[in-house]
Nanobody, 120 residues
Framework: QVQVVESGGGLVQPGGSLRLSCTASGRIVSIYAMGWYRQAPGKQRELVAIVTSRGNTNYADSVKGRFTISRDNAKNTVYLQMNNLEPEDTAVYYC??????????????WGQGIQVTVSS
């Protein structure tokens, strides 16, 4: 079994910063793409940022220049550094990973989600 668990969310004032972490544990051979998604009330889940196994990154236009995604392969962990946060960033943030549990088996895993609230 594989578990993916997020941490680091909370309440922050506009202009503030937060760092999200997401760690996978269990029977893991390797992890391919790691990403962060978010879902605001009444809206669809959207991609925030993604980092490939080679370290290539991609960001939603709304967060470019403010958010940075990174990964630590030795720790099976992906991070999302969020700076200059805006009220529009308020959402539940979800971690997503493509994880190989066997050489020929790759599955997609979601974390349980973590709340980020940007408000004064």
């Amino acid at each position: 079994q594989v578990q993916v668990v997020e941490s680091g969310g909370g309440l922050v004032q506009p202009g503030g910063s937060l760092r999200l972490s997401c760690t996978a544990s269990g029977r893991i051979v390797s992890i391919y793409a790691m990403g962060w998604y978010r879902q605001a009330p009444g809206k669809q889940r959207e991609l925030v940022a993604i980092v490939t196994s080679r370290g290539n990154t991609n960001y939603a236009d709304s967060v470019k220049g403010r958010f940075t995604i990174s990964r630590d392969n030795a720790k099976n962990t992906v991070y999302l550094q969020m700076n200059n946060l805006e009220p529009e960033d308020t959402a539940v943030y979800y971690c997503n990973m493509d994880i190989a549990t066997m050489i020929t088996q790759i599955n997609n895993y979601w974390g349980q989600g973590i709340q980020v609230t940007v408000s004064s």
